[in-house]
Nanobody, 127 residues
Framework: QVQLVESGGGLVQAGGFLRVSCTASGLSFSSFGMGWFRQAPGKEREFVAAISRSGTSTYYVDSVKGRFTISRDNARNTVYLQMNSLKPEDTAAYYC????????????????????WGQGTQVTVSS
C-alpha cells in the first residue's frame, strides 16, 4: 500500500520560514517525480513545485520562485519543501504527490500526471 505522509506544517509569522517534508512508502521512490500542491479555503488546488526523479530538475509556480525550494533524498524516500519569506497568501493545506516518471530529468507539472497523494499538512502565515 502506497502512503505519502506530510509533516512540518504549522503557524508562522509573515517573513518567516518553514520546511515541510513528505515521506513515501510502498513505492519505488526513485521512479517517481514528486510535487507539492496547495489548496486554500474556497480556492482550487494549485501546483507549487515539482522535482524530477534524479532531483536535478525542478519547476516552480511564479508566485513562489526565489522563496521556495524543493529537494529530495532518495535514500530516505523523502521530498522537502523549504519555504522562506512566507506571506499570508501562502496559507493553505500543502499536499505532496507522486507521479510515475519514465524519464530521469522530466518534471511533472500538471495534477493529472500524479498517481498518489498525501493527506496534507496545514501551513498558516499570520500577518
Amino acid at each position: 500500500q502506497v502512503q505519502l505522509v506530510e509533516s512540518g506544517g504549522g503557524l508562522v509569522q509573515a517573513g518567516g520560514f518553514l520546511r515541510v517534508s513528505c515521506t513515501a512508502s510502498g513505492l519505488s521512490f526513485s521512479s517517481f517525480g514528486m510535487g507539492w500542491f496547495r489548496q486554500a479555503p474556497g480556492k482550487e488546488r494549485e501546483f507549487v513545485a515539482a522535482i524530477s526523479r534524479s532531483g536535478t530538475s525542478t519547476y516552480y509556480v511564479d508566485s513562489v520562485k526565489g522563496r521556495f525550494t524543493i529537494s529530495r533524498d532518495n535514500a530516505r524516500n523523502t521530498v522537502y519543501l523549504q519555504m522562506n519569506s512566507l506571506k499570508p497568501e501562502d496559507t493553505a493545506a500543502y499536499y505532496c504527490a507522486a507521479a510515475p516518471m519514465p524519464y530521469l530529468l522530466r518534471v511533472p507539472t500538471t495534477g493529472n500526471e500524479y498517481r498518489y497523494w498525501g493527506q496534507g499538512t496545514q501551513v498558516t502565515v499570520s500577518s
